[in-house]
């Protein structure tokens, strides 16, 4: 999947979860800086959080946790490997680690924590007053050469740590972005898999993209083009100055307001269509009107299926 910090991604048969306010992801989930999740966050894989993230849910995953600088969690922690608190983390409930927890500075745990193997309690602050005194009285002694030497080595070694690949499937949410129950706030595109179950009002800067059999509960307002794929159920609106497609045998269960409307025959709008600069409707694709009567034909299906 390619990777674009300005673009909202959820992978194939992610899952909302109404009765538990979870979402539940095959994949990495990887919250950018300062975006806002009131979910509960599952998955098999990893999470990534940047900083200065609130998450207002309980979090867990199968493996590996990273939660960067200033950040806060109000629920729980629960990871199956390795957790990572960066400087001033606030976690609201209980910490649960199946192997080594490392924290930085001044981390706040409030409901306390349980780790299966080693824990390491970083104190940034004197190790990088005592790194910039021992590069001083080297310079003061004329080893520049050493000085850069030591820069170089740590930059080099500083981008192989930051060089952390994520799955193929990941769950990626751009820099100040919100997701919330009832409304999604997202500064740049939004690009959603297929057989997916989502729900909430999605307010795009950018265009949408929607896979196949997914099913949405909720609005899509966007400034940039919307594209739904095949067998797409939205209960909803669709709303945008731009251009809207409709895959094959999809069901919009609300209005369509766009400049242009391209869709297929066997598509629905149940409700008001406005497109001011035209409607196009494309014949069903032949092999799909093959199928349909090779089933007419064999008596699987009716004769309304292939008008």
Known sequence: MVFDKKTLVIPDETVYEDSEDRIMVNGDIILDDRTKIDYNLYTEKRIFIGEWVKVHGDMSAEDDIRIDRFSEVQGDIIGGNDIYLGERVKV??????????????????????DAKGWINIRNPIPLMIYFIIYLFNLLKRGHGKEVDKILEEINEKDLIE?????????L??????????????????????GKCKLRGDYNVLGSVKIGDETEFEGNIKALGNITLGDNVNLFGS??????????????INGDVSCSTLEMVQNSEVEGIIHAPDGVKINPVAKEDMDEKLRKFDSGLDGLDEIL
Do not use: A
């Not at 209980?94 to 409030?110: A, H, N, S």
């Not at 930051?162 to 990941?170: A, G, K, T």
């Open 92 to 113: 609201g409930g209980k910490l649960t680690v199946g192997k080594d927890l490392d924290v930085g500075d001044d981390v706040t745990i409030e409901k306390g924590f």
């Open 238 to 251: 669709l709303e945008t100055e731009e251009h809207v497609i409709l895959g094959q045998e999809c069901m």
């Open 172 to 193: 990626f949410v751009p820099s100040g972005s919100v997701v919330e129950p009832n409304e999604i706030k997202i500064n740049g595109n939004c690009r959603i898999g």
């Open 162 to 170: 930051e060089e952390i690949p994520v799955s193929d499937e990941f």
